[in-house]
């Protein structure tokens, strides 16, 4: 068995994998039906489509806190005995962390364009467009993502190297 399909099996068997893409999957959803009740109950103000994406940004903070816990979780894997042992005996130290470094970043960021996508599309056809969408702004946007992708995996990694328990590189790593 190589190391992605160890990480994969350990992530989805249990309810870390499943939670975190169960509440990326209820983000474009809450930001829908909040937007939606908005528009219906006040007639006189209309909810544009970059109010339902703003909405769904916010709707998706849990899942990104979430996504900082797991990984730092993930990360300071010696606290699990077994896992430990098993990981160790087969794969090298940097091997592992790489893989759970990757893994968890690409689920992330994955799960993260897919529900945005979905959350533009729906918020295209169901709101008002008369206000247009900035192309430059819309990448410098994704810019920003990639940037705070790498600074959290940086920080992530950081703090896992500093401290073998998890509860102390999480504190640290929300602190900051």
Same mark, same amino acid.
């Given at each position: 068995m ?7 099996l $350990? ?5 870390k ?6 509440l990326?999957l209820?983000?474009p959803?809450?930001?829908v039906?909040?937007s939606?009740?908005i ?5 006189n ?5 970059? !109010?339902v994406v703003e909405l ?8 990104g806190?979430?996504f900082v816990g797991?990984?730092?979780s993930?990360?300071?894997? !010696?606290?699990n ?5 098993f990981?160790?005996?087969r794969?090298?130290?940097?091997k592992?962390?790489l893989?759970k470094?990757?893994i968890?970043v690409?689920l992330?960021e ?6 945005f ?7 295209i056809?169901?709101? $008002?467009?008369s !206000? ?5 702004w ?7 993502r990639v940037?705070?992708s790498?600074?959290?995996?940086c920080l992530?990694?950081?703090t896992?190297?500093?401290?073998k328990?998890a509860?102390?590189s999480?504190l640290l790593?929300?602190?900051?």
């Amino acid at each position: 068995m190589n190391l992605w399909k160890v990480e994969l099996l $350990d992530l989805f068997r249990g309810w870390k994998g499943w939670t975190l893409t169960s509440l990326y999957l209820l983000a474009p959803i809450l930001a829908v039906l909040i937007s939606f009740f908005i528009d219906s109950s006040n007639k006189n103000e209309v909810v544009g489509y970059a !109010d339902v994406v703003e909405l769904y940004l916010l709707c998706s903070i849990p899942a990104g806190l979430l996504f900082v816990g797991l990984v730092v979780s993930s990360m300071s894997f !010696d606290s699990n005995q077994n896992l430990s042992i098993f990981l160790r005996l087969r794969f090298s130290f940097q091997k592992i962390l790489l893989t759970k470094l990757v893994i968890y970043v690409l689920l992330n960021e994955i799960l993260f364009l897919f529900t945005f996508g979905v959350t533009f599309t729906l918020s295209i056809i169901m709101f $008002d467009t008369s !206000d247009t969408l900035s192309s430059k702004w819309f990448l410098f946007g994704f810019l920003f993502r990639v940037f705070n992708s790498i600074f959290w995996v940086c920080l992530v990694t950081f703090t896992s190297a500093v401290f073998k328990s998890a509860v102390a590189s999480l504190l640290l790593t929300l602190a900051i």
